[in-house]
């Protein structure tokens, strides 16, 4: 018996549909509405047109882009799979479709529903329960994340306080982690999320919970009226689905950039990059593949800007041989500061001058970050031996990128 369509909407408008071919099951065609605007298309790499999209074999990109991965994926697997034959990437993204990261939504009815249950982050960010509370998140929000990532997360949405916007959809991430493979992964990011920002560099909003198991995340895809933009990674750019996260190079998203991000936002968007790049590089954060950059718009005819940075770890201190996720002049391996400084105006077209004062700028975000893994050590006794690794990794990157003299 064949299955319903999927019908996808774009900032709450249909617009087309996701079905099946007829002829080959693993073929999910997406064809538009008819008369659809330009403004409406589902993505800047698929323009509104006539002739249906083939996708070849599972879903295409910009449909892949947040289906759940590693434990929400299984949660939701062993969930549907007695109830839903022959369970597919189609039917996960059916399941999880009405709450999404980004513009895009689905469902099997002509009208949608965003709604999300409401939940207290103080619940959350100050819990000291014994009980497995992202479990707890995990049952209830499950359906409600349509977002990847191999670490376990959900959406969900605050409760509203007094004189805000009251939302529907989700306004947060829950991230969490497994302590005995990832120890102390929580205070990793948003310790590296926090030298990030004195580096310079845009970043997402993080909170940490008190017991240090989870990291509050505030959605930047979401405005304060209550919308929700397009955000896009660079595996959909790149016309890859997310198993294609680590093939490429720094210089090819830089590329990429000049193809999609407007022209009057193009010089800010490649400096935040090589800015971000360099971060990457000196915190030694070798998952800094290409679903970690993205782009940002409300409406793909619209302006488009590089979105702000997230999901920013050492990942040497899990890995100690870790090399970077994507090449950069040509090599995998962690660059000095002449293989950076080639790289930064490369991507800029700025002087070695101009190269070398944003290193500078970026070893005063990793120093920033190096005095709160620090404070947070003076503070709990229980972070001496993970602070004393991570501030031995960030110094060492700060000694590889630095000038002679000024390590």
Do not use: W
Request: hydrophobic fraction near 40%; charged fraction near 25%.
């Amino acid at each position: 018996m064949k299955k319903p369509p999927l019908q996808v909407f774009a900032s709450a408008v249909p617009t087309g549909s996701l079905t099946r071919s007829d002829r080959e099951p693993d073929k999910i065609l997406f064809g538009y509405q008819p008369d659809l605007p330009p403004q409406d298309a589902v993505s800047v790499t698929m323009p509104v047109r006539v002739d249906q999209y083939d996708s070849m074999s599972g879903l295409l990109p910009i449909f892949d882009m947040n289906l759940p991965e590693g434990a929400l994926k299984e949660r939701l697997r062993m969930q549907f799979a007695k109830t839903i034959p022959q369970f597919d990437d189609l039917d996960l993204l059916s399941i999880v479709g009405a709450s999404q990261i980004g513009r895009l939504r689905y469902a099997h009815d002509e009208t949608l529903d965003e709604s999300v249950p409401a939940q207290d982050l103080s619940e959350i960010l100050t819990y000291r329960g014994s009980a497995d509370l992202f479990a707890h998140l995990l049952e209830r929000y499950a359906t409600y994340s349509g977002i990847s990532g191999m670490q376990p997360k959900v959406l969900v949405r605050e409760i509203t306080a007094p004189r805000k916007v009251a939302h529907v959809g989700a306004t947060h991430i829950v991230k969490s982690f497994d302590p005995r493979e990832y120890p102390e992964l929580a205070a990793n990011e948003l310790i590296c999320m926090h030298g990030a920002a004195a580096a310079g560099i845009v970043t997402a909003k993080v909170r940490m919970s008190q017991n240090r198991q989870f990291l509050v995340v505030e959605r930047f895809d979401l405005t304060p009226d209550g919308h929700y933009l397009g955000i896009e990674d660079f595996c959909v750019l790149n016309a890859r689905r997310a198993h294609g996260r680590y093939d490429g190079s720094y210089e090819n998203i830089a590329k990429r950039m000049t193809d999609f991000v407007s022209a009057n936002k193009l010089a800010s968007a490649r400096e935040q990059f090589a800015r971000m790049v360099a971060y990457a590089c000196a915190i030694e954060n070798g998952d800094a593949h290409l679903k970690n950059f993205s782009v940002l718009y409300a409406q793909p005819e619209g302006q488009i800007t590089l979105a702000p940075a997230y999901d920013l770890i050492s990942t040497s201190l899990y890995m100690p041989h870790d090399k970077l996720a994507l090449t950069l002049n040509g090599s995998k391996n962690y660059p000095d500061r002449a293989g950076l400084i080639r790289f930064i105006r490369h991507v800029t077209g700025k002087s070695e001058r101009s190269a070398a004062s944003l290193i500078e700028e970026v070893i005063v975000g990793v120093r920033s970050a190096i005095g709160q893994a620090r404070t947070q050590a003076e503070h709990d006794p229980a972070l001496q031996e993970f602070s004393a690794k991570l501030t031995a990794i960030l110094q060492r990157g700060i000694t590889r990128i630095a000038a002679r003299g000024h390590r």
